[in-house]
Each structure stands twice: as structure tokens, then as C-alpha cells.
């Protein structure tokens, strides 16, 4: 049996090539007396990151020089890429450090977890986009590159009692 197929008439300036072509050179033409900077002369140039960008990570160190991470290990815990290892060590008084603290930048998703969660407030992610290696060995950010792109922060943190004190305050 013949099947009968409704063919629509679509309206002439949907299906005009000449109507789109002219369109398309407007554009054009308006762009030349108007121009619209999109592109960016990298990597002389670079371009503003938003103030929540997350790129790769950095440890804060004591002014002692010491790492500010005390192996909680909240942070390998909570990563949803899996991609921090941590062996804790412990010092002649009892304190807590990372023996081996490495993070895999290839498998980290960059969501920022373990900046939020950790308690000394030891890593960061910095703003930086340029990531970029030769190996996955070189991917590997272990404690001493971490701490080498980290800085010094005197403080003594106590971040969860600040964080109680905003919610007491926004009751
Ligand atoms: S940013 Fe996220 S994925 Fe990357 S190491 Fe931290 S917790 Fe893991
Ligand atoms: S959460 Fe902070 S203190 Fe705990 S293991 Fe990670 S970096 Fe160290």
C-alpha cells in the first residue's frame, strides 16, 4: 500500500540562501567598523580569571618552615577523584605531618573539596590555568613541589570555630 507523505510549504525567508547570505555579510561588515576583541595574543597575553577560578594546588608552610597540613586526612577522604595520597608521620613531640602527601593533577577535577574541608586551612588551589607536563610523573605534585609553590602563613588557624562564629552571627 502507497504511503502518502503531506509535504509542507515552508515560507520563502526561511529556505531563501540569498536572505541568509546577506544577513551573514551585515554581520560581517558591522564587526569591521565595530570590531568585538575575542581572541587573546596567549601566551603574551593572558586573560582575567574569575576570582573562584580553581587551578592547581599549593601548601602553606609555619614561619618554621614546616608544612601547615597535620594529616588529618580529611582531604584524601572527601576527594572524589581519589587522586590524593597521604601517609601521615608523626613527630619526636607527638605532632601530626605528612610523611607523603602527593596530588595527581591529572585525575583531580579541580572541585575544590579539599580547600574547603581542610581544617589548618594548608591547601590551596591557585589561580593558574598553565598546566602542563611531559610525563604523568610530572603530574604528581608531591609534598616538597606543594610546599615549594605554597607560602608562609603565621597564623594559627583555627577555621572551625571561625566558621561557627559567621553562623552564630547569621542567626
Ligand atoms: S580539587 Fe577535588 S579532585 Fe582535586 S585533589 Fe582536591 S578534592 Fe580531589
Ligand atoms: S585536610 Fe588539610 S590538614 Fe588534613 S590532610 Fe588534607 S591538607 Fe592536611
Not at 34 to 47: F, I, L, N, S
Amino acid at each position: 500500500m502507497p504511503i502518502n507523505v503531506k509535504v509542507l510549504d515552508r515560507p520563502i525567508e526561511d529556505v531563501s540562501y540569498l536572505k541568509a547570505t546577506l544577513k551573514g555579510m551585515a554581520l560581517t561588515a558591522r564587526h569591521l567598523v565595530r570590531p568585538h576583541k575575542v581572541t587573546v595574543q596567549y601566551p603574551e597575553e593572558k586573560t582575567q580569571l574569575s576570582p573562584r577560578w580553581r587551578g592547581t594546588h599549593r601548601m602553606l608552610t609555619t614561619e618554621t618552615g614546616k608544612a601547615k597540613c597535620v594529616a588529618c586526612g580529611l582531604c584524601p577522604t572527601v576527594c572524589p577523584a581519589n587522586c590524593i595520597k597521604l601517609v601521615p608521620g608523626e613527630d619526636e613531640e607527638g605532632n601530626r605531618y605528612p610523611l607523603i602527601f602527593e596530588i595527581d593533577e591529572f585525575r583531580c577535577i579541580f572541585c575544590g573539596y579539599c580547600q574547603e574541608v581542610c581544617p589548618e586551612e594548608a591547601i590551596f588551589l591557585m589561580q593558574d590555568y598553565s598546566l602542563t607536563g611531559t610525563s604523568r610523573e610530572e603530574m604528581i605534585f608531591n609534598k616538597e613541589k606543594l610546599l615549594a609553590l605554597g607560602g608562609v602563613h603565621n597564623d594559627r588557624i583555627l577555621k572551625w570555630k571561625q566558621k561557627a562564629k559567621e553562623a552564630q552571627e547569621q542567626e
